[in-house]
């Protein structure tokens, strides 16, 4: 992270990616060199505007990165990056005194500026300072709020606010000057073109959406929806697989410009994030922020906490909430069921798929669960369940199946499965809400219904003598196996409305319950009493929950994962953000050190929870200790500590 003194609100990268500028609303620009995150020499502040700071408007490279173009409200500038001094200024006053300039771009060439002043776009050459061609008139009855230029430099767009209210985007061919299009468009936020020319991206600061335009024909292709405010800043990489936004929400968003996902969401500032820009080789992006900081994000992985891998294709669609993805109990194996009724198996430590898919099923997988040991694998489509030998791959006993139920003659679903940890009970979940018992030991399996409505999930002990199942109306039932009937004393009130997850800890004492409010609750297992109190940190319902094998961490998820101190029931550092959407899996691996995060798109997350792994790594980014200056912004009222290596 990198600090600056008030408010950012533009941010840019030299093409070399050597050096990276920010600037702010006192009118300040700061230069950092991005490989030893060192500030540079900078340019002085813009001058005051009648006694008042000038916020900056505009802030970009020149394309072969020797000069810096930045903007106030009347005033453009140039610094000279290899001499460190001014290299000129232009008053737009001199031409037009209509209204102050509001956006800048630099063409590709560097050979022109386009100048949103008023109504107008004016042309001026960067280095002469003379107009190239006369003023545009962009917008009678209004203003321009921002103009970008497409790479090949032939067509400009332009956001116009007008007198009447709302807002304009007009397209001008610029060889002959004329409107090729316009649109009423609520956004007033960011423009940018994609490298190719292909696709224009504007968005709204007021909404939290991202409409893509294709601009030789018009046509509206897809509208990104995923920040909760407005979006004020957007940049294509460089390979034009990707769109980065910020917005007011403090987050940045990375989005899959072939399907239109949400590939990750970066959530560190906390304030309104307004900048942002790739490094050359796309494998770095910086974020600025009204926070007065820019984070500097590591989007290969190689210096991350968390390292990514795929694991495949996605899961089916057909499944309930992580229902079609299972871990061993070591954490090593990770089973995934699919559409088209395989069952993929990939081993976490190697990070490679196991033999080939497993064809089980001729419908969608439905629900999936490797046993403790990792030797047996349960699968179900919607109405039967196969208990497989991972060893010979091969069934073992005949298939199970949903029988119906109070002679109705419909079948319900199945949503989920768990394995005893000996191996010689599966119980399978419905969307009716009932828990089926089947003794696979005897032939043929015999069955009993142990809860008639109302599970959503449910997990058995360690020692496989308990099955907990989280219910409707929030409680989480623990019921004997052996006996077939309820604990006494054991119906927890885990939720006000459902309990969607139960965890063991190894030894089986401890009980956490996640549900609706976002609440996790500790629970002894032999007295059924609460251990308060609560975990409090989610903002949303939780629905996953796994212990580390030394049952000193609860890792929980609602779409961000919070590592918890099970002794001292306090979170530990921030939320671990996802990478991608929808309901994940969570395991530890074996030692503990590392957290598995399982997405339904194929991804897999492998974070580092060992804190002196934490503190090794980021001594490595930073190559060196916390200044004193540093540590008291950071660890203020702690005593200084050299914790790098020398």
Same mark, same amino acid.
């Given at each position: 992270?990198?600090?600056?003194?008030?408010?950012?609100?533009?941010?840019?990268?030299?093409?070399?990616?050597?050096? #990276?500028?920010?600037?702010?609303?006192?009118?300040?620009?700061?230069?950092?060199?991005?490989?030893?995150?060192?500030?540079?020499? !900078?340019?002085?502040?813009?001058?005051?505007?009648?006694?008042?700071?000038?916020?900056?408007?505009?802030?970009? $490279?020149?394309?072969?990165?020797?000069?810096?173009?930045?903007?106030?409200?009347?005033?453009?500038?140039?610094?000279?990056?290899?001499?460190?001094?001014?290299?000129?200024?232009?008053?737009?006053?001199?031409?037009?005194?209509?209204?102050? /300039?509001?956006?800048?771009?630099?063409?590709?060439?560097?050979?022109?500026?386009?100048?949103?002043?008023?109504?107008?776009?004016?042309? #001026?050459?960067?280095?002469?300072?003379?107009?190239?061609?006369?003023?545009? %008139?962009?917008?009678?009855?209004?203003?321009?709020?921002?103009?970008?230029?497409?790479?090949?430099?032939?067509?400009?767009?332009?956001?116009?606010?007008?007198?009447?209210?709302?807002?304009? /985007?007009?397209?001008?061919?610029?060889?002959?000057?004329?409107?090729?299009?316009?649109?009423?468009?609520?956004?007033?936020?960011?423009?940018?073109?994609?490298?190719?020319?292909?696709?224009?991206?504007?968005?709204?600061?007021?909404?939290? @959406?991202?409409?893509?335009?294709?601009?030789?024909?018009?046509?509206?292709?897809?509208?990104?929806?995923?920040?909760?405010?407005?979006?004020?800043?957007?940049?294509?990489?460089?390979?034009?697989?990707?769109?980065?936004?910020?917005?007011?929400?403090?987050?940045?968003?990375?989005?899959?410009?072939?399907?239109?996902?949400?590939?990750?969401?970066?959530?560190?500032?906390?304030?309104?994030?307004?900048?942002?820009?790739?490094? *050359?080789?796309?494998?770095? /992006?910086?974020?600025?922020?009204?926070?007065?900081?820019?984070?500097?994000?590591?989007?290969?992985?190689?210096?991350?906490?968390?390292?990514? $891998?795929?694991?495949?294709?996605?899961?089916?669609?057909?499944?309930?909430?992580?229902?079609? @993805?299972?871990?061993?109990?070591?954490?090593? #194996?990770?089973?995934?069921?699919?559409?088209?009724?395989?069952?993929?198996?990939?081993?976490?430590?190697? =990070?490679?798929?196991?033999?080939?898919?497993?064809?089980?099923?001729?419908?969608?997988?439905?629900?999936?669960?490797?046993?403790?040991?990792?030797?047996?694998?349960?699968?179900?489509?919607?109405?039967?369940?196969?208990?497989?030998?991972?060893?010979?791959?091969?069934?073992?006993?005949?298939?199970? *199946?949903?029988?119906?139920?109070?002679?109705?003659?419909?079948?319900?679903?199945?949503?989920?499965?768990?394995?005893?940890?000996?191996?010689?009970?599966?119980?399978?979940?419905?969307?009716?809400?009932?828990?089926?018992?089947?003794?696979?030991?005897?032939?043929?399996?015999?069955?009993?219904?142990?809860?008639?409505?109302?599970?959503?999930?449910?997990?058995?002990?360690?020692?496989?003598?308990?099955?907990?199942?989280?219910?409707?109306?929030?409680?989480?039932?623990?019921?004997?196996?052996?006996?077939?009937?309820? %604990?006494?004393? =054991?119906?927890?009130?885990?939720?006000?409305?459902?309990?969607?997850?139960?965890? $063991?800890?190894?030894?089986?004492?401890?009980?956490?319950?996640?549900?609706?409010?976002?609440?996790?609750?500790?629970?002894?297992?032999?007295?059924?009493?609460?251990?308060?109190?609560?975990?409090?940190?989610?903002?949303?319902?939780?629905?996953?929950? !796994?212990?580390?094998?030394?049952?000193?961490?609860?890792?929980?998820?609602?779409?961000?994962?919070?590592?918890?101190?099970? !002794?001292?029931?306090?979170?530990?550092?921030?939320?671990?953000?996802?990478?991608?959407?929808?309901?994940?899996?969570?395991?530890?691996?074996?030692?503990?050190?590392?957290?598995?995060?399982?997405?339904?798109?194929?991804?897999?997350?492998?974070?580092?929870?060992?804190?002196?792994?934490?503190?090794?790594?980021?001594?490595?980014?930073?190559?060196?200790?916390?200044?004193? @200056?540093?540590?008291?912004?950071?660890?203020?009222?702690?005593?200084?500590?050299?914790?790098?290596?020398?």
């Amino acid at each position: 992270m990198l600090q600056a003194d008030s408010r950012l609100l533009h941010l840019a990268v030299s093409p070399d990616g050597r050096t #990276l500028a920010a600037g702010d609303e006192a009118g300040r620009i700061l230069l950092w060199d991005t490989a030893t995150r060192r500030p540079l020499p !900078a340019p002085p502040p813009l001058p005051k505007v009648d006694g008042d700071p000038d916020a900056l408007n505009a802030l970009a $490279f020149s394309p072969d990165g020797r000069l810096l173009v930045t903007a106030g409200s009347f005033t453009i500038y140039r610094w000279d990056l290899a001499a460190q001094k001014a290299a000129g200024s232009f008053d737009i006053l001199s031409i037009t005194r209509e209204a102050g /300039l509001s956006s800048v771009a630099v063409s590709h060439d560097g050979r022109r500026l386009a100048v949103g002043a008023g109504g107008k776009v004016l042309w #001026l050459d960067p280095k002469t300072w003379t107009q190239v061609a006369s003023p545009l %008139v962009a917008y009678a009855n209004g203003w321009v709020s921002r103009v970008a230029l497409s790479p090949d430099g032939t067509t400009l767009a332009t956001m116009g606010n007008l007198d009447a209210g709302g807002s304009s /985007l007009v397209l001008w061919d610029l060889a002959s000057r004329r409107r090729i299009r316009s649109f009423d468009a609520d956004a007033d936020g960011a423009l940018a073109f994609s490298p190719n020319g292909r696709t224009l991206a504007l968005s709204s600061r007021r909404r939290g @959406q991202i409409l893509l335009i294709d601009p030789a024909t018009g046509k509206h292709g897809r509208t990104l929806s995923g920040h909760t405010a407005g979006v004020g800043a957007l940049r294509f990489s460089h390979d034009g697989a990707i769109l980065a936004s910020t917005g007011q929400d403090g987050t940045a968003t990375m989005w899959d410009l072939a399907t239109g996902r949400d590939r990750e969401t970066l959530r560190g500032h906390t304030a309104a994030a307004t900048g942002v820009a790739f490094s *050359p080789d796309d494998r770095t /992006l910086y974020t600025a922020s009204s926070d007065n900081s820019v984070i500097v994000w590591d989007l290969a992985g190689d210096r991350r906490l968390g390292n990514s $891998f795929t694991a495949g294709r996605r899961v089916s669609s057909k499944s309930f909430g992580t229902s079609a @993805q299972s871990f061993s109990n070591g954490g090593g #194996l990770l089973a995934r069921g699919h559409d088209d009724g395989t069952v993929t198996l990939v081993d976490l430590t190697r =990070r490679t798929s196991v033999g080939a898919p497993l064809r089980a099923h001729r419908g969608a997988v439905r629900a999936v669960a490797l046993s403790r040991d990792g030797k047996l694998l349960a699968t179900a489509d919607a109405h039967t369940a196969i208990v497989w030998d991972l060893g010979a791959r091969s069934p073992v006993g005949r298939p199970v *199946p949903v029988t119906e139920f109070g002679g109705l003659t419909s079948l319900p679903d199945i949503t989920h499965l768990a394995l005893s940890p000996d191996n010689r009970t599966l119980a399978i979940g419905d969307n009716w809400g009932r828990v089926t018992l089947w003794d696979l030991a005897s032939a043929p399996a015999k069955r009993w219904i142990l809860q008639a409505a109302g599970a959503n999930s449910f997990q058995f002990s360690p020692d496989g003598t308990v099955l907990a199942v989280a219910s409707h109306g929030g409680e989480v039932l623990l019921w004997d196996v052996a006996a077939r009937s309820l %604990v006494p004393g =054991r119906r927890l009130q885990a939720d006000r409305t459902q309990a969607f997850v139960v965890a $063991f800890t190894p030894d089986g004492r401890t009980l956490a319950t996640g549900g609706h409010e976002g609440k996790v609750m500790l629970w002894d297992t032999r007295t059924g009493k609460r251990r308060d109190p609560p975990l409090t940190g989610h903002a949303s319902g939780v629905d996953s929950a !796994a212990f580390s094998p030394d049952a000193r961490l609860l890792a929980t998820m609602d779409g961000e994962t919070v590592l918890w101190d099970v !002794a001292s029931h306090k979170q530990i550092g921030t939320a671990l953000p996802r990478r991608s959407a929808g309901s994940h899996a969570l395991a530890f691996l074996p030692g503990g050190g590392q957290l598995t995060m399982a997405s339904p798109s194929g991804s897999v997350l492998v974070w580092d929870v060992d804190p002196a792994a934490w503190r090794a790594r980021a001594c490595a980014i930073a190559g060196r200790t916390l200044t004193r @200056q540093e540590w008291g912004q950071f660890l203020p009222g702690r005593p200084y500590q050299h914790v790098c290596p020398a």
